[in-house]
């Protein structure tokens, strides 16, 4: 395990031209933690700061919108940055960064940001980092509504991009031959037929073309997998998923570099959407628990992947942890863990399917993932719905399939519940 020998990730210089009042938070640790595991990391790092009260061991939540200054020297010295300051909310909150720290010594990163939502962090990394004119390149299946975002929104910028299939290396590297690549983008594992990306081949490659390398690891979590020790320059989370686990709260984050989070976050200062001290707070307690939370989910889900791969009613399961899974080795060599979802395609047609959701007792029929509730999902009917069988074919998602996020509940009875659920189709 690679050392984190500090938990201190202040803001360091912006090479992009900043607002003079950018503010550098002035708390601190008042410890460093030794060499410690995902486990210990999970409860402690980013915790213990300089300004919480000693008696208390929850991070405190706090609400002020700004900052006051003592007096006018004070003030004169902020600006001329002798002296460091939160200054007002929508630049940093003393209960953000204390989550900042910690997803930083998990995913092994200089710095973090967190911002009010998965998507929020996409758009502020695309916006920062692709100038006009520029070339992103992605995978077809990453998250679609980052695919439209590229699609739809970077190009009125004179942005254009190329779409590759997962670990085709061969096309990736004439993409990045013939144009001037700023970004690659990608979910590994892919939603929702957990395709996995070879994450230090594709990182070496886009570097020998001066590219930057951007994973989407919400599917996996920064215990089952951290794209930065693998070479990618970036990782992003879709926070709401298994780093909150609740199912109760609504945030984004990016790690990598100081120098490149300081892009990313001059850049959010004017988008605007900061996660809100309430919401840190029950990130921070949520993921108190994450390891437990992801354990308990990594091993219903194999297991449950198991038990589908063998049913007389199941055509296809998708689960990187199954040696069946195209990308098994990639996935065994570059995660702890294969996660939670499981998708996987029935012996049936899309009523027939349907049918099978409907006769679940346990999950939830919703969309997300991550959480302590098991839930479901039909693709085709909960996000493709409105386009036409022959295009959601084109893009791997079947009317017979099935994505089934794992909850902490017990193996035994979302095993029974399948099963029956099976029966009835």
């Known amino acids: 395990m690679a050392a984190y020998l500090s938990l201190e990730t202040g803001y360091g210089p912006c090479s992009m031209q900043v607002p003079t009042h950018v503010p550098m938070p002035d708390i601190k640790p008042d410890h460093y933690l030794p060499i410690v595991s995902d486990e210990s990391l999970t409860v402690h790092a980013g915790e213990k700061q300089n300004w919480i009260p000693k008696f208390s061991i929850g991070t405190p939540i706090i609400k002020s919108t700004t900052r006051w200054f003592e007096n006018s020297e004070e003030l004169v010295a902020f600006r001329e940055g002798r002296q460091s300051s939160f200054e007002y909310a929508r630049y940093g909150n003393p209960t953000t960064k204390v989550l900042e720290e910690k997803i930083s010594a998990l995913e092994r990163a200089e710095s973090t940001l967190f911002v009010s939502s998965g998507m929020g962090a996409i758009v502020s990394v695309l ?55 700023s970004l690659f983008y990608a979910d590994s594992p892919s939603n929702p037929l957990l395709n996995c990306l070879d994450i230090r081949q594709v990182s070496e490659l886009c570097h020998s073309y001066g590219a930057l390398v951007c994973i989407d690891s919400s599917l996996a979590s920064p215990i089952n997998q951290k794209p930065l020790t693998l070479g990618a320059d970036l990782v992003l989370h879709s926070a709401t998923k298994y780093i909150s686990g609740h199912h109760d709260v609504v945030g984004g984050c990016v790690s990598g570099s100081e120098n490149l989070i300081s892009k990313i976050r001059s850049c959010h200062y004017d988008l605007g959407s900061p996660l809100v001290p309430d919401a840190a707070y029950m990130i921070i307690r949520g993921m108190k628990t994450l390891h437990l939370r992801v354990e308990t989910q990594n091993n219903t889900a194999l297991k449950m992947a198991q038990l589908l791969e063998k049913h007389p009613r199941v055509n296809h399961v998708y689960y990187p942890g199954l040696p069946s899974h195209p990308e098994h080795d990639i996935a065994r060599s570059q995660m702890s863990g294969y996660g939670g979802v499981v998708s996987f395609e029935v012996a049936g047609d899309l009523q ?56 902490i509940e017990k193996f035994e009875d979302l095993a029974a519940d399948i099963l029956q659920a099976l029966q009835k189709m």
């Open 352 to 407: 027939a399917t349907m049918k099978f959701v409907d006769s679940l007792k346990l999950p939830y029929i919703a969309t997300s993932f991550g959480g302590c509730e098991s839930l479901v999902q039909q693709p085709a009917v909960m996000s493709f719905w409105d386009y036409s069988a022959a295009e959601r074919a084109k893009i791997g998602i079947k009317d017979n399939l099935i994505r089934f996020s794992f909850g």
């Open 127 to 181: 916006l920062s980092l692709v100038p006009p004119g520029g070339h992103v390149v992605a995978t077809k299946d990453s998250y679609w509504e980052a695919r439209m975002f590229i699609q739809n929104k970077l190009s009125l910028m004179g942005v254009t991009a190329t779409f590759v299939d997962m670990n085709d290396m061969d096309s990736l590297k004439e993409v990045l031959q013939n144009n001037k690549v």
